[in-house]
């Protein structure tokens, strides 16, 4: 049997306890517990322990150490189970502590997926450019099960997309002075697919867009982007040709016919 003859706090962690051990042959360092395990098994100068009892307590502490590691986790803000999970494992967490912590976890009310969809998502709507489809995803990709972040973006109303949408078309709309207006739209429909946004708003929003286009800023793109193909076309075409060719360019990239046309005019001896 071994005897517990010393107990002493440690010095940098105030809430840890050094357990000193006799086997008969003179003191020495046996474990350290959490002061819980030690106030749970009443740990005490001159206590008999046998070899069952002292594994058992270096499990638990163990088992106290990980648990405490997923508490300070959590503390910094909310987390999915697989986040609890994919921590707990990179921490090199013993299997069967991890299903241990987790489902103490879960029991505490520390863990709550859709708890954590639905600020998640409430966040996404104050602070991100984001539409419903890519935070859905980011939910996906954090272990939010496909049923739990679909019921989480119906909290993005059709009215809070459309106002994040047409405030983020606003912004971007004429900043790339050498593209046609049509081209423009082309891009920002593709960025807005991209972001998240629905295909109803997009389409509602873009709709909207078509009464701001500048007419001005469109012949200045098409001046800017006809004579950099002129200075291309004409090392090789001529006459009816080259005209041929300025045409489908510019029509490809967005200009209308009767624009083009101006522009040729304007641009090529007759």
């Known amino acids: 049997m071994t005897k517990i003859t010393r107990i002493t706090t ?20 046996g474990f350290s517990v959490d002061e819980a395990v030690l106030i749970e098994h009443k740990l005490r100068k001159d206590l008999d322990l046998d070899d069952t009892t002292i594994a058992t307590l ?11 590691l997923a508490i300070n986790f959590l503390s910094y803000r909310m987390r999915t189970k697989k986040e609890i999970y994919d921590y707990l494992v990179k921490k090199e967490v013993d299997e069967e502590h991890i299903t241990k912590i987790m489902d103490k976890l879960l029991d505490e009310g520390l863990i709550d997926d859709k708890q954590f969809a639905d600020s998640f998502v409430r966040t996404r709507i104050q602070t991100a450019s984001k539409g419903p489809m890519l935070v859905k995803k980011e939910l996906m990709d954090k272990g939010v099960s496909k049923l739990i972040a679909s019921e989480a973006v119906d909290l993005f109303t059709y009215e ?3 106002v994040k949408a047409t405030k983020w078309v606003e912004k971007k709309l004429n900043t790339s002075k050498s593209n046609s ?17 629905t295909q109803d708003v997009i389409k509602d929003v873009l709709a909207d867009v078509q009464e701001e286009k500048n007419d001005d800023a469109e012949w200045d793109a098409i001046v800017k982007q006809g004579e950099k193909l002129l200075r291309k076309h004409q090392q090789k075409f001529e006459g009816y040709e080259l005209r041929n060719k300025m045409k489908e360019a510019l029509y490809r990239k967005g200009f209308t016919f009767d624009l083009i046309d101006t522009f040729l005019e304007a641009s090529l001896d007759e």
């Open 10 to 29: 440690q010095k940098k962690r105030k809430n840890r306890f050094n357990i000193f051990l006799d086997e008969g042959q003179g003191e020495k360092y």
């Open 58 to 68: 270096i499990q638990k502490d163990t088992l106290h150490k990980s648990h405490t």
């Open 160 to 162: 809070e997309q459309h």
């Open 181 to 197: 207006f049509k081209q423009q739209v082309q891009q920002l429909q593709s960025t807005l697919m991209q972001k998240g946004f």
